[in-house]
């Protein structure tokens, strides 16, 4: 008997159009001839946001990894979910936060700086904000989380185990000792680097032996401790080295 029209502006949406948030104008036109429409034939209506929430949940934690090709930043980020209405679902993240061209942004930081994906994001405790990007949606709920990144295990060995008395003060056998000790990290990351990253200690009972000191013939205790904050070993990283004599 009668036909709707939904316009916005110069625009005219089928049955089948998905309306996003806005105004529009609803007309009515009558189809029955024997009929006529009197008073208002034009309406407007709004269309207003849908609720969106979002839900952060992490499966394991998170290891540091070094890496600054965004694989951290994108696990961490993968772990964010964001529903909207039932005809649409999970919304897409923004793949690109400089775009914001997905229906969401991550956003992680931490004391005020901003960490892109490119960036490598060391152990410490960050905020995770989820920003709305899609019109149609406004966020209920909580929208920031606390992402924690811990320390990564890093694997040391001793090369050399024998060593020769050589007598030498200036600390050439303690170095040498020191030198074989061999710490990796992370495939990003690689070999650490001794005194930056860890400390190597020679010791014979409770005696420690500095550099410049002879170590004499007997057995030694060479002790690791780590230095840097991004790693920890799984145990105590000690190792038993023997000096020689000279022939």
Known sequence: ???VTISQGDTTYPSTSK???GEYTVKVEMVNGNYKLVGYTEFTVAVEQADATAVFEPVADYVYTGDSN??????IAADVVVTG???????AIDEDPEAADGDY?????QNGTIFKPEDVLEVGE?????????NNYQFVGDTEFDVVIIKAVADAVLETTEYVYTGDPTGKLWSEIASNVVVTGTASDGQLVLDEDYTV?????????ALEDKLEVGD???AVTMNNPNYRFADVVEFTVTVTDAA
């Open 1 to 3: 008997d009668y036909a």
């Open 19 to 21: 309306l996003a948030v």
């Open 70 to 75: 965004g694989d951290l930043w994108k696990e």
């Open 85 to 91: 209405t039932a005809a649409d679902g999970i919304l």
């Open 105 to 109: 942004s991550v956003v992680i930081s």
């Open 126 to 134: 960050y905020t995770l904000a989820v920003v709305m990007n899609n």
């Open 201 to 209: 200690t020679i010791l014979q009972g409770s005696k420690t032996f």
């Open 220 to 222: 030694y205790t060479v």
